[in-house]
Structure formats: structure tokens, C-alpha cells
């Protein structure tokens, strides 16, 4: 049988035919597996943009923990000046008692007390008697308050003396605490 010997619409039809069989031979056998891997990739690539845009929000976050930890890192250092990280309570208390004899009081009792361990800080008290007069003796608490070092004052007792003058009219007794940084609060 000869194509040519066909009437048109056959031959049409056979060409329809042999047309629709190269096009499922080249869907099956070529298109379909690469539209599957075209189909997995479009898939990757989504959720590697996700990861990306996950990162990178991440990223914009670490920069801003970044400045928060510098910024406390210099908050701690300010902190460390009024609460310093070594033992330097010799200088402090030195200090204490320059104040003291600027203050025109007579040290008549001083008594270096046990420390006491915290879980961040150490306190070191230091149990204080002095003889002046009430202002001298604000004058000193106002100056004690002024160190850039921390200082609590803790049973304090005022008793009037005896034999009374201008300079030294009473008795004063406290406790005065500094503090010092142990940076084991979190270990």
C-alpha cells in the first residue's frame, strides 16, 4: 500500500498518527524524566531560598546580639570600677580611713571582719568605731557615699559621750561592707 494511493484525509490521518507517536516516544522516553528532575530542582532551590532568607535573618539577629554583648561587656567593666573583680579592699578600706581623718573623727575601734562568699559577689565588713560630732560624722557618710566603690553601713549606733567637747561629742559604731566581683555566678 502506497501513501500517495491514500485519499488526503487518510494521509492526514496517518501523519496525525506517526506525529502523535514521536511525541509520546519523545514525552516518555525524554520530557517526563526531566521534567521530574526539573520538578525535584525547582523544589531545592525553593528550599534553599527558605535557608537563605532563615540565615540571613539570623544573620541581621547575631549582629544585634553582637552589640548587645559589647555593650554589656562595657557595662561590666563600668560595673567593675564600683564593684571591682580583684581584691583591692586594702586601698578601699585605706581610703575609708582617709575619710575618716578628714572628716576630723578619732578611729577608736577597727575590726576587719570574716568575708563572706556570695555566689557573684564577696562582702568584706568591717566592724567601725569612731569619736566626733554629728556633722563631722554626716560629713564622713556623705563622702563614703561619694566613692565610686559600693558601701552599705549596717548597725549603726550613736551614743552620746560622756565628757563632750566641740570636736568630739559622740560615739558613733558601725558596720561598714564593700564588696568585691567573684565572676563565679554562673559556673
Known amino acids: 500500500m502506497d501513501l500517495k494511493s491514500l485519499p488526503w484525509y487518510m494521509q492526514l490521518g496517518v501523519f496525525m498518527f506517526m506525529g502523535l507517536v514521536i511525541f509520546g516516544l519523545f514525552y516518555f522516553f525524554y520530557y517526563s524524566d526531566n521534567s521530574t528532575t526539573i520538578d525535584r530542582m525547582d523544589a531545592e532551590i525553593q528550599k534553599l531560598d527558605q535557608e537563605i532568607s532563615k540565615a540571613a535573618q539570623k544573620k541581621g539577629q547575631m549582629k544585634q546580639m553582637e552589640e548587645d554583648i559589647n555593650t554589656k561587656k562595657k557595662v561590666l567593666e563600668d560595673l567593675k570600677e564600683v564593684l571591682p573583680e580583684q581584691k583591692e579592699t586594702n586601698q578601699i578600706l585605706s581610703k575609708v580611713q582617709a575619710i575618716i581623718s578628714s572628716a576630723r573623727l578619732r578611729i577608736m575601734n577597727w575590726t576587719s571582719q570574716k568575708e563572706r562568699k556570695k555566689p557573684i559577689y564577696n562582702e568584706i565588713p568591717v566592724s567601725i568605731t569612731v569619736d566626733g560630732n554629728y556633722h563631722n560624722l554626716a560629713i564622713f557618710f556623705g563622702q563614703l557615699a561619694r ?9 549603726l549606733n550613736i551614743t552620746p559621750l560622756a565628757q563632750t567637747s566641740n570636736t568630739y561629742s559622740i560615739h558613733a559604731s558601725f558596720i561598714a561592707t564593700t564588696y568585691t566581683y567573684t565572676d563565679k555566678g554562673g559556673k
Open 147 to 155: 566613692l565610686k566603690k559600693i558601701f552599705t553601713v549596717d548597725n
